[in-house]
């Protein structure tokens, strides 16, 4: 009887997705990081900046989804976004897809969410984000 209780606790602790940060446990639920993504703050970052190539940028999502994106710089603009991974890939991921041409529009990654599609807008924005800080040049001391 011990023994049946004790697995059932291990198996509890194993699949309730708790982390251990700190002395305090916590659970995020899907509901907890979208919330997260929606609040999401996205910077400007300026291509301008950056040599002419392609960076890559990611944002995880959850537990298991993952948002890569490729973004080609060419005389200080940038002329292509390559989304590599779309998150969960259902409807709203597609329809999020809609960022994509307000970012190169604008030059930035910091653009309105398409309606209905706000964590795959955000994620895929943060992911540019990444990718065009990374293609800063490095200042020698």
Not at 26 to 44: G, P
Request: glycine share 8%; proline share 4%.
């Amino acid at each position: 009887m011990a023994k049946n209780s004790l697995f059932v606790w291990i198996c509890l602790l194993l699949f309730s997705g708790m982390t251990h940060e700190g002395n305090e446990n916590k659970t995020v639920s899907i509901h907890d990081e979208v919330k997260r993504f929606k609040q999401l703050v996205i910077a400007h970052i300026d291509p301008a900046a950056a040599p002419d190539g392609e960076y890559t940028g990611q944002c995880p999502f959850w537990k298991r989804f993952m948002y890569r994106v490729k973004v080609t710089v060419k005389s200080g603009k940038m002329t292509h976004i390559d989304v590599l991974e779309n998150g969960t890939e259902n409807a709203y991921a597609k329809k999020g897809m809609g960022v994509v041409g307000r970012m190169l529009e604008k030059q930035s990654p910091k653009v309105q969410a398409v309606t209905g599609a706000t964590v795959t807008s955000k994620a895929l924005m943060k992911c540019v984000e990444k990718a065009l800080k990374k293609a800063r040049p490095v200042k020698a001391d």
